[in-house]
């Protein structure tokens, strides 16, 4: 099922019907300030494991990331010492995944590495489903091939093409990018750039 939505003004039971998916349990598409990515409810194990399936992730060898709407949700669901948040607060929303210390407010699922990715995307659409949903959403880029054409990767009408048979919905929001995150990890001393993507990050 292919939904269109805007940066504002959206229809109220549009976005419900999207809360009410991932409330029960569903997948989703959606734009974000990169690329289209699938998520689910952050604190719902067994959604967290279908995409894990699509993905062929194992959540034991790699870090999982989360979306959250601001900056005080993003302190119940990782460990933010004060240098930390100043950069977060600096940079955030923005492309970037900062890789932080999960808390034990998360599923069992994410506990097994102990780190978690941290997403807080400048893009209305998701920040404001992240919102209304009132917890985080577990997120991750679109299964993808080299081979295979990028517009299946941009264009909403081909991601639901492809990908409308294995999840619950994909929100239309445009055509996406195809620039991966910069993501930063903060669980040393120092903050460290492990793969630039098209964020970059202003030092305070």
Known sequence: MLLKLYDKNNNQQDLQRVIDILNDGGLIIYPTDTTYAIGCHGLKERAIERICRIKDIDPRKNNLSIICYDLSSISEYAKVDNSVFKLMKHNLPGPFTFILNGTNRLPKIFRNRKEVGIRMPNNHIIREIARLLDAPIMTTTLPYKEHEELEYMTDPELINEKFG????????????????STVVKCTDVEPEIVRQGKGWLEEI
């Not at 048979?165 to 991966?180: A, C, F, H, S, T």
């Open 165 to 180: 048979d294995i999840v619950d919905l994909v929100i239309d929001g445009g055509i996406g990018g195809i620039e991966p």
